[in-house]
Nanobody, 127 residues
Framework: QVQLVESGGGLVQPGGSLRLSCAASGFTLDVYKIGWFRQAPGKEREGVSCINRGGGITHYRDSVKGRFTISRDTAKNAVYLQMNSLKPEDTAVYFC????????????????????WGKGTLVTVSS
């Protein structure tokens, strides 16, 4: 069964850090481009960060640049999102998605058009 599972969400104070993980089962992640997306209450899902198959090309939305880092570990069949200096506006359900699309990672982050999706993990930034 093809499945993506996110983990690592939780409640954190402003300025804190979290590391989200996206693990795959039933398929190999390294042949897919991966994206992290988020959806806050009452808002549409938006791309946060995307990474190409080799891991050498990444894209970040402007509001997380310098604070978030996306990475992938082929041996563990997983992708990570390190989130530092978290702000209340980062509060959302975070999803990972995988796509075989040939478009660039910037376009992937902007279109939300993924082949596979996880169910999400909730990140709450609050004091």
């Amino acid at each position: 069964q093809v499945q993506l599972v996110e983990s690592g969400g939780g409640l954190v104070q402003p300025g804190g850090s979290l590391r989200l993980s996206c693990a795959a089962s039933g398929f190999t992640l390294d042949v897919y481009k991966i994206g992290w997306f988020r959806q806050a209450p009452g808002k549409e899902r938006e791309g946060v960060s995307c990474i190409n198959r080799g891991g050498g090309i990444t894209h970040y939305r402007d509001s997380v640049k310098g604070r978030f880092t996306i990475s992938r570990d082929t041996a563990k069949n997983a992708v990570y999102l390190q989130m530092n200096s978290l702000k209340p506006e980062d509060t959302a359900v975070y999803f990972c998605g995988a796509t075989s699309s040939r478009v660039g990672v910037a376009s992937i982050c902007q279109t939300n058009n993924m082949d596979y999706w996880g169910k999400g993990t909730l990140v709450t930034v609050s004091s």
